[in-house]
């Protein structure tokens, strides 16, 4: 074994420092209980409409990333506790989640809770009048218990809330253009 030169100490100590930060990174996401995403813009449209798109199955399958189909399983779909199926397809995947009814106050306010054996996602909004038509705050808190989910959470809820500002774009675009939800 030869004598180390300073500069391969340098490098051992930069891998070295590399791989604990690499290790303490994953152990911060792995120990988070939850992650939160809050997303706000503003639409021209009234608060019917834009309650209407961002909320009904029809509407969530035209602006909503990866819905394919949502089908009620119990209750009304506007009745608080009711029960229903949302259908995603992303990636080349295909997942299903529950989604219960836990605030339904229209035109201003949301809130659900979607479940599979993975993950539970809490998803609430609100709309408030703003001086140029209605203010929408889109807010989810993401729950993983996949441990690989939970390493890769910040990635995850990362590209999540670009889907929904991309998202809620589209639903106001299509308000705007006319087309039923």
Known sequence: MHKKEPWEWWLIAG????CLAVLAGAYYCYSRTHWDISVSVN??????????????????????????????????????????FIFFRA??????????????????????????????TDIHFEIEHSSNGSHVTWNETHSFANPWDKVRAFFIIRAQKARILKGLEQASRILADGRPA
Not at 104 to 120: A, F, N
């Open 43 to 84: 639409m021209t449209q009234p608060h019917d409409q834009i309650f209407d798109i961002l909320t009904s199955p029809e509407g969530r399958v035209t602006w909503q990333y990866g819905v394919t189909a949502v089908t009620p399983l119990v209750g009304d779909d506007n009745q608080i506790g009711s029960t229903r």
């Open 91 to 120: 990636d080349r995947k295909s997942w299903q989640m529950e989604e219960t009814l836990l605030v339904y106050e229209k035109p201003l306010r949301w809130h659900v809770r979607q479940s599979s054996d993975d993950k539970v």
């Open 15 to 18: 891998f070295s420092f590399l």
